[in-house]
């Protein structure tokens, strides 16, 4: 086994996660790869159906092989394979391994359970404190995530708690036992703007104290932009364009990333600026085309487009930028802009 | 209750909308939720007005009660030239057929059982056709609003994505040719490439019928990007009334200088994030006296508490009601 100066603390090979529906097989996660340093963060941006939930579940074991389900390829957490554990050496993992912040922090708690109970039932199980161990930990955790009062909060049900106060508890619980990776699934998505800062300034601060690694999904491309250390955009289950987050904000390579960027509404535009749009739906994820999955609503496709699924590979328009396109808005002109990047994708 | 001013009014000028002092409170048992304490507001023909707000702040309430869905606790409501309060319900029907809304969630929006060609014609259904042909009104209007009338006519809800459901309650709305359209929240259960397509389109209606829309969000940018003016509120009170080009660089009243620092960006990764202390927004069942935002607000003294600050002209089409700025 490693010991974590050896590499990196997660790392997510060729990763598949298919579901089988009665209207087919669903690729959710279709070979993606990605590493996590720890007290790195790292964002995954894409709109609904890229797959970005799923992975995020799957990467922690929440989705495994079962019925319906077959997940394939390797999500190595300090050197051990997550889906090779047994389901309930699995469940060991969360917690003091793994923390999860989930968008809907009204759903992440049990109604029916005091916030302490919350905080003081993964302390006991996983840590086996004592009661007022327990206690005495869960008052820490509250102060540490910002909420006044944690000793009266301890005893109140999520009902009585604000919307950014209860993601402040789903935080806590998840730090509870100090995970040394943390995935955040839209964890502000469905809070107001100003809590929302507060929400991801809380998470960046601790992040940075503790060194613990981060995974921070989210469709909100501006949320990534200014807290992540890298970027991976998804589209259709498959990972179009990772770097580092600045450049890849500042000088997208892949169509779709640029196409994106340029649909948000900025600030710093005069009031009716007409938005740039993508044309199109996103595909069938039944029936996913076969070359590249962008290239139906792309205006640089070609026919080694439609043909060829174009792989994630480095290119020189900075360091560790890696795009899947055959055409990519290379800012570098030593690269001839039409050809295509590597002679066979490995799609299948 | 006394509202925010009126300051912000033009009252000499042609309005399609015009509201003055409205109320909306809410009984519930603990005492009363005053959502939205004196709105006062006017709407120019072709105007966008941006209503911009956190939840909680009047604004959708405040949206809905100018609909009369349910009429409004207190003050006025004119649509051109016609009060709609007091009005019987049947009058009022009619009347407010010029006026028209859409909803943040489009898929709930429209009757699940019903195909989309009877959907998006429902008003004309209801007030007649006048010497329209109904099979080409309804592919023309499906087309103007983007949609291919051939593959999405006789489709029920479930069967569009929640974009095409937005383009079907847009086109329910605009069928009847309505003066103004108040949009709550419309893009923002939309993934972004959608959200700009809406956005666009309502732009494109909105030039093409001369609407008067209240766009009623929570997010900066895309109130900028669709209004000419825009009004801050917090709850219920009206903090700052402003030109839509000036929102990013002018704003003055401490709490729009508050959203507009919350809008995530780029340039959040170059400064040290502070950890916070949780900030409750107050109770609207016991709003604070005085200014209502002074609870969260840096420039706040005892005359905050005291008195109630009134809308003042700052700059030509900028007014804000603060003691201290």
């Known amino acids: ?28 996660v279709d070979g993606v790869s990605f590493q996590v340093a720890a007290g790195e963060t790292l964002g995954l941006v894409g709109e609904s159906g890229s797959g970005k939930s799923v992975l995020g579940r799957t990467v922690m074991g929440l989705i495994a092989t079962g019925p319906a389900t077959t997940v394939s390829g390797q999500v190595l957490l300090d050197g051990r394979d997550v889906h090779a554990l047994k389901p309930g050496q699995r469940r060991q993992l969360w917690g003091p391994e793994i923390g999860m912040v989930f968008q809907d922090p009204m759903t992440s708690l049990n109604p029916v359970k005091r916030v302490g109970t919350h905080l003081t039932e993964t302390l006991r199980r996983h840590l086996h404190c004592s009661r007022k161990e327990a206690t005495e930990r869960a008052v820490d955790l509250l102060n540490q995530v910002g909420i006044p009062e944690p000793v009266r909060r301890l005893t109140q049900y999520p009902h009585e708690l604000s919307g950014g106060m209860r993601q402040r508890v789903v935080i806590a619980t998840a730090l509870a036992c100090d995970p040394r990776l943390l995935i955040a699934d839209e964890p502000t998505t469905a809070l107001d703007v100003t809590v929302q800062k507060q929400i991801l300034d809380l998470l960046a601060s601790l992040v940075s104290e503790r060194t613990m690694a981060m995974i921070l999904i989210s469709h909100d491309l501006g949320a990534v932009a200014g807290r992540t250390d ?29 196409a994106l960027l340029a649909s948000i509404p900025q600030l710093s535009d005069q009031p009716h600026t007409v938005l740039r749009t993508i044309e199109g739906n996103p595909p069938d994820m039944t029936r996913p085309p076969r070359g590249c999955r962008f290239g139906p609503r792309c205006g640089r496709a ?41 002679e066979a994708g490995h799609g299948r | 209750m006394a509202g925010s001013g009126t300051a912000h009014l033009r009252p000499g000028q042609p309005r399609a909308l015009a509201v003055d002092d409205l109320v909306v409170e809410f009984p519930v048992r603990r005492g009363t939720v005053h959502a939205v304490s004196g709105l006062n507001l006017d709407l120019l023909p072709g105007e966008t007005l941006g209503i911009l707000g956190e939840s909680g702040c009047g604004k959708s309430s405040a949206g809905r009660a100018i609909m009369q869905l349910p009429p409004p606790t207190g003050g006025s409501v004119r649509l051109g030239e016609v009060e709609l309060t007091g009005m019987k319900a049947q009058p009022m029907r009619k009347a407010r057929s010029r006026m028209q809304l859409v909803l943040q969630d489009p898929v709930s929006a429209l009757n699940p059982r019903r195909k989309v060609k009877d959907l998006v014609v429902e008003g004309l259904e209801i007030w007649g056709w006048g010497d329209r042909d109904r099979a080409t009104f309804v592919d023309s209007l499906l087309s103007s609003v983007g949609l291919d009338p051939e593959a999405v006519r006789d489709r029920r809800p479930h069967e569009l994505s929640g974009g095409q459901c937005q383009r079907v309650c847009i086109a329910r ?34 030039e093409r019928l001369g609407l008067s829309m209240v766009f009623i969000a929570h997010d900066v940018a895309v109130v900028k990007n669709i209004s000419d003016r825009v009004m801050v509120m917090y709850l219920g009170k009206t903090c700052e009334v402003l030109p839509s080009a000036d929102l990013e660089n002018a ?75």
């Not at chain 1, 987050?245 to 000088?251: C, G, K, N």
């Not at chain 2, 993934?191 to 666009?200: E, F, P, R």
Request: glycine residues 4%; charged residues 20%; contains cysteine.
């Open chain 1, 230 to 258: 890298r970027v991976q955009v998804m589209y259709a289950g498959r990972t179009v364009e990772a770097g580092p987050t600045r450049t890849v904000f500042d000088s997208p390579d892949h169509p779709y990333t640029d």
């Open chain 2, 173 to 206: 709305s605009i069928a009847l040719e309505p003066d103004v359209l108040i949009c709550d929240e419309p893009v923002s259960s939309l993934d972004v490439s959608v959200q700009a397509q809406i956005l666009n389109l309502l732009e494109k209606a909105r």
């Open chain 1, 1 to 28: 086994m490693m010991t974590p100066s050896d590499g990196p603390l997660l790392v997510v090979d060729d990763l598949h996660t298919v579901f089988h529906t009665p209207r087919g097989e669903v690729r959710a």
């Open chain 1, 302 to 342: 070609d026919d080694t487009c439609t043909d060829l699924m174009p792989a994630l590979v480095a290119v020189p328009d900075g360091p560790a930028r890696q795009v899947a396109c055959h055409h990519p808005l290379l800012s570098i002109e030593s690269l001839e802009p039409n050809a295509p990047l590597t």
């Open chain 2, 251 to 325: 704003a003055l009243h401490p709490y729009t200088r508050l959203l507009l620092a919350s809008v995530p960006s780029e340039a959040d990764a170059d400064r040290e994030a502070e950890p916070t202390t949780a900030v409750e927004m107050p109770s609207p069942l016991d709003p604070p006296s005085g200014c209502r935002f002074r609870t969260r607000c840096v420039l706040a003294t005892d005359r905050c508490a005291a008195e109630e600050p009134l809308l003042r002209e700052m700059n030509p089409g900028q007014f804000v009601a603060c003691h201290h700025v």
